[in-house]
């Protein structure tokens, strides 16, 4: 996580927390932001799996049993993990997910389809798959069970998905999902169409790219 959303995560209550960046840039830059917000400051030379390689590697040089994701245009609310930790006393809660929330919709029109394709899915259709144990991580905003990832090995780093792959591996596994159907983390969506349709092409090949995966999978048909 970096910027505004390193003095966000700071002020997060509900339970006691330590703030890490994760640099896949090594940037003297971001070092400093680290160091001015008090925050912990992680990076890597072998920088293979992208996203997921780096939170694998995160998870490696940290211990706290559960851990908080937020990409680094998402800025949590303080009472995030008041409103998410809860749901882990049942314990085979892998992932407690929230929504994706854009806070730039008046900056053009594709941020505003944007967030209204977001709000869809994180509004009715979440809430159905919450219903079914059916609701897989998006990647942000969301906290996991360290057990659970490390059970099963991490994040996938095969996929351009990963947060989709690895809701498979945990949910075959047995364990289950909760999703908080509350904004509790603001972020920003893409302005441009360029930068939409990467965003999209890339969700859309990763989760085309895991239909075998799904189907190999040993899960119930509600899921």
């Known amino acids: ?17 330590r703030v890490f960046l994760l640099d896949d840039g090594d940037s ?12 912990g400051y992680i990076r890597r030379d072998d920088r293979s799996g992208a996203k997921a390689g ?9 211990s706290a049993p559960y851990v908080a994701v937020f990409d680094c245009d998402h800025v949590p609310e303080p009472d995030f993990l008041a409103a998410t930790m809860g749901h882990f006393g049942d314990e085979r809660v892998a992932f407690v997910q929230t929504p994706q929330y854009y806070a730039n919709t008046d900056d053009s029109p594709i941020a505003s389809a944007a967030a209204a394709q977001q709000e ?8 159905g798959k919450a219903s079914q144990g059916a609701m897989f ?21 095969d996929s351009l998905t ?56 040993r899960l119930p048909m509600r899921q």
């Open 120 to 127: 869809l899915f994180f509004g009715v259709i979440a809430r």
């Open 54 to 62: 780096n939170i694998n590697h995160a998870l490696r040089h940290t």
């Open 137 to 157: 991580c998006c990647g942000t905003n969301v906290v996991f069970r360290r057990e659970a990832l490390e059970e099963v090995g991490g994040f996938p780093e």
């Open 28 to 39: 003297a830059e971001m070092a400093a932001l680290a160091a001015r917000h008090g925050a």
């Open 162 to 217: 990963e947060d989709f792959a690895l809701s498979i591996e945990m949910h075959e596994r047995g364990w289950t999902s909760k999703y908080v159907s509350e904004v509790l983390a603001v972020g920003l969506a893409p302005e441009d169409m360029a930068s939409y349709v990467s965003q999209q092409r890339r969700w859309a090949q990763g989760c085309l790219g895991g239909i075998g995966r799904v189907l190999r999978s």
């Open 1 to 17: 996580i970096v910027g505004p959303t390193l003095a966000a995560a700071a002020r997060l209550h509900g339970a006691h927390a």
